[in-house]
């Protein structure tokens, strides 16, 4: 059953949980590694994006200062390959709207990380918790009258093949009309491009179809902002706030606040992550030394 939209706290990242290994329940873990590439002669940030399989939206937002489809070559482009994990339940499949990201739990040592294609506003990506529901292998689209009345040369049908955007793999949204699928467009991933699905690479689509059953629960969360540790430092993530659901600047502020840290971040720091929105963890202050309780 799939859960209304009606906290808001979560939505913004404020939710508490236990970090093993953290000094501050509600921190998130930070994962990954900083890494780059180096434009060759002829590639885009398009290219880039896809031979590291990132989305090209955040790949961009990440250089703003690199011209995104004639970098000169030998630029070093940074690539968002570290995060902090979604306040979710670490199970199944966790997916977070505003970072266009994919986490797959059910691997072994997981999670395994993916980049999407979401909803945009006009046709936004629904919220709220599901069980994955039914699998199918080269999918016909049946394209719904609401898009052929935007693009009427449409057909009703369009069989599987490389004219398909649905790919060659869909997986259900609980029991929603919407999917998790392939695409014939690989440009569209880390773009608001579709009309409320998901969209993956076409051989990351495939790999999570194969182990991916049906019943895997399946969260979607809308959080631009996320709070993580590594145990001693603090650090903010900021994504676009895609869907303009994020009215409160100061509920950004909630969790630190609630924790006790306020005093230990850089709030100025914060307010410039959040305008900047790069996507990428910042250290913004240090966890405080723990206190020692009082022997007998």
């Known amino acids: 059953?799939?859960?209304p939209i009606v906290a808001l706290g979560l939505a913004l990242g404020?939710?508490?949980?236990?970090?093993?290994g953290a000094r501050a329940p509600g921190l998130r873990p930070v994962l990954g590694r900083n890494d780059s590439a180096?434009?060759?002669?002829g590639e885009t940030l398009l290219d880039i994006a896809y031979q590291r399989r990132l989305g090209y939206g955040a790949v961009a937002r990440l250089n703003p200062e690199i011209d995104p489809w004639i970098p000169v070559p030998g630029t070093v482009v940074r690539l968002p390959t570290r995060f902090i994990l979604p306040h979710a339940d670490e199970e199944g499949l966790v997916v977070n709207i505003p970072e266009m990201r994919l986490f797959d739990f059910t691997v072994k040592g997981g999670p395994e990380v993916f980049s999407l294609a979401?909803?945009?506003?006009?046709?936004?990506s629904i919220l709220g918790e599901f069980r994955v529901g039914k699998k199918r292998k080269d999918p016909?689209?049946?394209?719904p009258e609401s898009i052929r009345a935007e693009k009427p040369e449409l057909p009703a049908e369009v069989p599987p093949g490389p004219d398909n955007p649905l790919g060659s793999r869909w997986i259900t949204i609980g029991r929603t009309s919407y999917g998790i699928h392939g695409t014939n467009v690989r440009w569209s991933i880390g773009r608001e491009?579709?009309?409320?699905?998901?969209?993956?690479?076409?051989?990351?689509?495939?790999?999570?179809y194969d182990r991916v059953r049906e019943g895997t629960r399946l969260e979607i969360v809308y959080q631009p902002t996320k709070w993580g540790s590594d145990g001693q430092r603090i650090y903010f993530e900021a994504h676009p706030d895609l869907y303009r659901l994020q009215s409160d600047r100061l509920a950004v502020l909630e969790l630190p606040r609630a924790l006790g840290l306020l005093g230990a971040i850089d709030v100025d720091l914060v307010w410039r992550t959040l305008d900047e929105a790069r996507g990428i963890p910042v250290v913004v202050g240090t966890l405080p030394p723990p206190t020692s309780s009082p022997t007998s």
């Open 38 to 41: 180096l434009i060759e002669r």
């Open 140 to 143: 016909t689209w049946h394209v």
């Open 118 to 124: 979401i909803g945009d506003q006009a046709d936004p």
């Open 1 to 3: 059953m799939m859960r």
């Open 193 to 208: 491009a579709t009309h409320g699905c998901l969209r993956l690479y076409e051989d990351e689509i495939r790999r999570l």
């Open 14 to 20: 404020l939710a508490a949980g236990t970090l093993a």
